[in-house]
């Protein structure tokens, strides 16, 4: 009996958890660049139920025979990210930037270290740096500072140009992108980041539209790939499943107090 409550426990906490990571998908749907989660399982095998014995001899030992093994449920094994880009969509504010196509902005974190992001709303600090929504800088050799606002234009292939007070349109600088050999092995942390493992490769920097690297598209952003179809099944399978389990809890328990006072 204390195994089954153990077994429906692990079903219990493994099927809490997918609920979590499909409601922050749902929670997500509407923010820019974000790339879906999904949680996978993995059984959990227990101790064997008899020990193996070793032969006298090798002559008379029999033929190897699997062990009897008996389960201990299921535990979530992590979290995998879909990196599949999602919808592109004009939006008309000059600041927007969407990759169309495979990369990643490199931005400057307020702490200093580097992370990576799809998510391409840009707004303006008060040195005309380009920064996310949290205030990380986009990594650039420029800032808008001095320039006349609303003239930045950004190419297809990542430059930038802007007019300057005098009416001048001068060259700013280059946007550049990175990609990595293995996306799903980034980690993914907060303010739609992901920071590199070794498990996702080192970042590899390219100008825009070079080989195997996307383009930019200015006045557009990328949208969400989460399907909030498929989540909203996600969101009652797991629910079922919760439930099952925790029944299954409850019953262990009944089983467990009725075996104990039919002992005493």
């Known amino acids: 009996m204390i195994k089954a409550v153990h077994i429906s ?14 409601a922050h998908n749902i929670s997500n749907v509407y923010t820019c660049g974000y790339k879906k989660g999904e949680l996978v399982f993995g059984d959990l095998l227990g101790r064997s139920i008899a020990q193996r014995r070793l032969p006298i001899s090798r002559a008379a030992s029999p033929p190897p025979v699997e062990e009897p093994r008996t389960g201990a449920g299921v535990a979530s094994l992590g979290t995998v990210r879909y990196f599949n880009m999602g919808m592109i969509v004009e939006t008309n ?10 990369g990643f902005f490199r931005v400057i974190c307020s702490d200093g270290s580097v992370a990576y992001t799809r998510q391409g709303n840009f707004f303006l600090d008060a040195r005309g740096n380009l920064v996310t929504a949290r205030g990380d800088r986009l990594e650039v050799p420029f800032s808008l500072d001095n320039m006349r ?9 990542g430059r930038a140009f802007a007019v300057a007070l005098n009416v001048e349109r001068v060259a700013l600088g280059q946007i550049r992108l990175y ?15 992901y920071l590199p493992t070794e498990a996702s490769g080192a970042p590899e920097g390219a100008n825009p539209g070079s080989q195997g690297f996307g383009i930019l598209r200015q006045f557009h952003l990328e949208q969400s790939n989460v399907d909030l179809g498929r989540e909203m099944i996600q969101l009652i399978n797991a629910q079922r499943a919760l439930q099952a389990n925790a029944r299954a809890l409850v019953t262990a328990d009944e089983l467990w107090s009725l075996t104990l006072h039919a002992k005493s």
């Not at 504010?93 to 495979?102: M, P, Q, S, V």
């Open 9 to 22: 426990r692990n079903g219990v906490m493994a099927f809490q958890s997918s609920l979590n990571q499909v």
């Open 93 to 102: 504010r000059y600041l927007d930037l969407a990759i169309e196509g495979e």
């Open 149 to 157: 606002p609303g003239s930045l234009t950004v190419d297809p292939d």
């Open 179 to 193: 990609r990595f050999v293995n996306p799903a092995g980034l980690e993914a942390v907060a303010g739609n980041l």
